[in-house]
């Protein structure tokens, strides 16, 4: 059970599109629809971001995508705007009721 | 309105136990699949473990290097749900979150309650 493989940081200016990786194996990412990305400002609880994939719950800004291409999903923040600035996790399901979490990604808007 | 408030956190002593609690309200809790997520001070969230509903078995599960030490239970007429901590290591300290799951997600979290192992 290894955590999936995200970049520790990624950055953009005001206006400009991030896109995290989170690359899993054949068991989880790849095998399952069951992908998450979740917020999370310091001292905050995270907040999900993009729920199976690529859908986007009530309230999410459609500046949030999120997509999969084998064993990797990807979260695109497109438009970047000061309160992206936060630390993004990638969740998966890896089968026999097992999740799985990145390690996280700091996302800087310059 | 689905909320999660967690409870029970403290200080303890490697080798001990602590009982975490997640009040749930706005929802039936035994309907419900919950899990617990930690994180540990300055890293990032680990899948502790899960609970299905009542109506898809109550099947439990456990991430490995808990397993055989933590123990999740609801009690239905408190719609509450815990987590027992026993055999505690010191790099069990963390924030300690409940989340009621939907379709593999998780969109409901609690403020946490923080957990230090320590002697």
């Known amino acids: 059970q290894s955590a999936l493989t995200q970049p520790p940081s990624a950055s953009g200016s005001p206006g400009q599109s991030v896109t995290i990786p989170c690359t899993g194996t054949?068991?989880?990412?790849?095998?399952?629809?069951?992908v998450s990305w979740y917020q999370q400002h310091p001292g905050k609880a995270p907040k999900v971001m993009i729920s199976e994939v690529n859908k986007r719950p009530s309230g999410v800004p459609d500046r949030f995508s999120g997509s999969k291409s084998g064993n990797t999903a990807f979260l695109t923040v497109s438009g970047l705007q000061p309160e992206d600035e936060a630390d993004y996790y990638c969740?998966?399901?890896?089968?026999?009721?097992?999740?799985?979490f990145g390690a996280g990604t700091t996302v800087t808007v310059l | 309105e689905v909320q999660l408030v967690e409870s029970g956190g403290g200080l303890e002593k490697p080798g001990g136990s602590l009982r975490l609690s997640c009040s749930a309200s706005?929802?039936?809790?035994?309907?419900?699949?919950m899990n617990w997520v930690r994180q540990a001070p300055g890293k990032g969230l680990e899948w502790v473990g899960l609970?299905?509903?009542?109506?898809?078995?109550?099947?439990?599960d456990y991430a490995a290097p808990v397993k055989g030490r933590f123990t999740i239970s609801r009690d239905e007429s408190k719609n509450t749900l815990y987590l027992q901590m026993d055999g505690l290591k010191t790099e069990d300290t963390a924030m300690y979150y409940c989340?009621?799951?939907?379709?593999?997600?998780?969109?409901?979290w609690g403020q946490g309650t923080l957990v230090t192992v320590s002697s």
């Open positions: 609970i299905k509903s009542k109506g898809d078995g109550g099947t439990i």
């Open positions: 054949s068991s989880d990412v790849g095998g399952y629809n069951y």
């Open positions: 989340t009621k799951e939907e379709s593999g997600s998780h969109p409901y």
């Open positions: 969740s998966s399901y890896a089968g026999r009721n097992i999740y799985l």
């Open positions: 706005g929802f039936t809790l035994s309907n419900a699949w």
